[in-house]
């Protein structure tokens, strides 16, 4: 069975730039949840998408956004990119209760790098 | 607000030693505690976890206790392996200004032959 998948690999952008990261989660799971891993920082919650709504948001500007699919699948945009937006960015999905033993299986992540 | 504080690391141990990660929280309500390990080129995966006070969570020969009295969940191993090398992070979750896991800032292992 596949994992939570994530693309692209790496991305290179410039300041001032939109990135589109996306990620497709394990087959049955509703929730998907993204995560920025700067270094040094550990993992900052970003967003949480279940059942095509958000359903609770980090401490991060408006102009990190997303998007969840019909299919479960998500998007996550962040628009004018600035130097500090630099970091890995994971992506999570869970079986969607929402309850606090949720496990979450997360993919391996999208290094976005911002020059 | 919620926070989950865990040891720097690196942590750097020879085979069959025994391992201490320090994790100690600040949560209101009652969070499920978790860690999560990072191999080398893999994503995350759940540890082991554990839901009330004085719960163990264990998998793997790893272990931890979640102890509300210290706000902590300490993990545990009587000797570790090269193949345990990895990060690890602590987390908890919890319903407070709405659902979330948050995780700690990683500490890295490296296990030597």
């Known amino acids: 069975e596949a994992g939570v998948t994530q693309s692209p690999t790496h991305l290179i952008k410039t300041r001032g730039q939109q990135a589109t990261l996306r990620c497709s989660p394990i087959?049955?799971?509703?929730?998907v949840y993204w995560y920025q891993q700067a270094l040094g920082l550990g993992l900052q919650f970003l967003l949480w998408y279940d059942e095509g709504e958000e359903r609770n948001r980090g401490n991060f500007p408006p102009r990190f956004s997303g998007r969840q699919f019909p299919n479960y699948s998500s998007e996550l945009n962040v628009n004018a990119l600035e130097l500090e937006d630099s970091a890995l960015y994971l992506c999570a999905s869970s079986l969607g209760t929402g309850g606090l033993n949720e496990k979450l299986f997360f993919g391996s992540g999208t290094q976005l790098s911002v020059l | 607000g919620n926070s989950v504080t865990q040891m720097e690391g690196p942590v750097t141990l020879s085979e069959e030693a025994f391992l201490t990660i320090n994790c100690t929280y600040t949560a209101t309500g009652y969070p499920s505690l978790f860690w999560y390990v990072q191999y080398p080129g893999e994503g995350l995966q759940l540890l082991l976890k554990?839901?009330?006070?004085?719960d163990k969570g264990s998998n793997k020969g790893f272990e931890a206790t979640y102890r509300k009295e210290t706000t902590s969940f300490h993990l545990e191993k009587g000797s570790v392996q090269v193949s345990d090398s990895a990060v690890y992070f602590c987390a908890l979750s919890t319903n407070t200004g709405g659902f979330k896991t948050i995780f700690g800032a990683g500490t890295r292992l490296f296990v030597k032959a």
């Open positions: 087959s049955g799971h509703t929730s």
């Open positions: 554990a839901t009330k006070a004085d």
